[in-house]
């Protein structure tokens, strides 16, 4: 019988195989994908991140190949309305890394093979669980497995959460989104960059390799979007002209927002988008899921010796399920934030943000929500 079994190789599961691996028990990862998914989502890794994915040896190959943004400035009408500096965000990481998820996960798989060639099945999909409160049994697609714990980090549309019966509070907004992805054409350099516009909000990103991200705010969902189209909207909003033909990703999104009524339940913990799912315009649903796992790995440790873990547990629950509200508050802000609005009120909005943001404790205490602390 394997010590833990994890449902799903997206980059929260594979973080918590690692830690696993790392601390001596039998683990396998079970992920209904033949291949990596290569659709390009997360590119910020928070300071309290970098400093979990040190504990298995990847922050500094990610560190390696990022692009450390530390700093983010907000124009609006082609001026600068405020920045924010990341340098007191964390002694040891003071900046937000930005990487594309697909890399991420290939350190992190390639971490996963190196503790164990054997730990990540690709290719099975799992379908259901009986607990029979001394371990559990896992059906997929290619028969049965069983395992002391289970850990679900399946995903927001999670399989194992339905099957436990796991109730989610799921939310929807009005707030639709283009992103694409297009050689770097400005001269912001490794600064993050928000363009507060009466038309909506732009924000853009740098990304390793002289690439840039851009996202930006649309009045409905655009069904079939272009290059072309995305690079018209970017110099109409902000006036930064981008070349259609450097693009390399581009996708259009509505937003969904979604809590789990719990984290535990018996033999198995719900982690990452499993348990919460967080609007992406907050850049932090990753995050939130290593730091699920990174506080629920020693509680397995103690599980596994045959320790009690009851109260650890409930406490673990509250916490996660906790921190998720507030990264989900956070992404309202940041989503409300960039909705359009009429000349006048982005103007006075833009100066209460110019003071706020200046120079003093509100632009730290600013800097530390924004960089999850
Ligand atoms: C456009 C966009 C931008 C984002 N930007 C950021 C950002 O900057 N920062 C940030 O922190 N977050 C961001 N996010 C959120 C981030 O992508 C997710 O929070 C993250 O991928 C969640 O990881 P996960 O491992 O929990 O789930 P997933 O990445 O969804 O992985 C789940 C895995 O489980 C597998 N699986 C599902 N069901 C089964 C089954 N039955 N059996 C076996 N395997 C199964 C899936 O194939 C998948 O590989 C963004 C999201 C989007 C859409």
Redesign the pocket.
């Known amino acids: 019988m394997l010590d833990v079994l994890i ?7 594979l973080y918590l195989g690692a830690l696993l691996l790392q601390q001596g028990h039998t683990v396998q990862i ?4 033949p291949a990596r ?1 290569t659709h390009s ?4 890794i928070h300071p309290p991140a970098l400093d979990a994915l040190d504990l298995i040896g990847v922050g500094d190959l990610l560190c390696a190949e990022g692009v450390r943004i530390r700093r983010g400035i907000a124009r609006s009408d082609r001026r600068l309305v405020t920045g924010l500096s990341f340098a007191s965000a964390s002694p040891r990481h003071p900046y937000v890394l930005a990487i594309p ?1 697909v890399r991420t996960e290939a350190w992190l798989e390639q971490r996963v093979t190196e503790l164990d060639p054997q730990a990540l099945r690709r290719g ?4 259901g669980l009986v607990d029979d409160g001394a371990s559990v049994r896992v059906v997929t697609d290619t028969g049965e497995l069983r395992a002391r714990i289970l850990v679900a ?7 194992v959460r339905s099957s436990l019966g796991v109730g989610i509070r799921q939310r929807s907004y009005p707030d639709m989104y283009l ?1 694409g992805d297009f050689a770097e054409s400005t001269a912001d350099g490794d600064v993050a960059v928000l363009y507060l516009e009466t038309g909506g909000i732009v924000e853009s990103f740098p990304l390793p390799g002289a690439i840039r991200r851009w996202v930006v705010h649309t009045d409905a969902l655009v069904e079939q979007p272009t290059a072309v189209g995305l690079a018209r909207l970017l110099r109409e909003r902000t006036g930064v002209a981008v070349d259609p033909d450097s693009n390399s990703m581009l ?1 259009a ?1 509505n937003v969904r927002a979604g809590l789990a009524r719990r984290m535990v339940h018996g033999r198995t913990a719900l ?4 348990a919460h799912e ?1 609007s ?1 315009i907050g ?7 290593w730091l699920d796992a990174c506080a629920l790995a020693p509680l397995i440790g103690t599980a596994l010796a045959g320790g009690a873990t009851g109260r650890g547990l409930l406490h673990w629950e509250q916490q996660r399920l906790r921190a998720a509200r507030r990264a989900a508050r956070q992404a309202e802000l940041n989503m409300a934030l960039g909705r359009p609005l009429p000349a006048k009120a982005l103007g006075i909005r833009n100066t209460v943000l110019g003071t706020l943001a200046g120079p003093g404790p509100a632009q730290r205490l600013i800097a530390r929500r924004f960089t999850m602390q």
């Open positions: 449902a799903g190789a997206g980059p929260v599961g079970l992920e209904q994908r998914s989502r997360a590119i910020g998820q099975v999909r799992v379908l980090a399946d995903g927001a549309r999670s399989t992103m996708s999104f982690i990452g988008d499993a967080i992406p850049g932090q649903g990753m995050n939130l899921g």
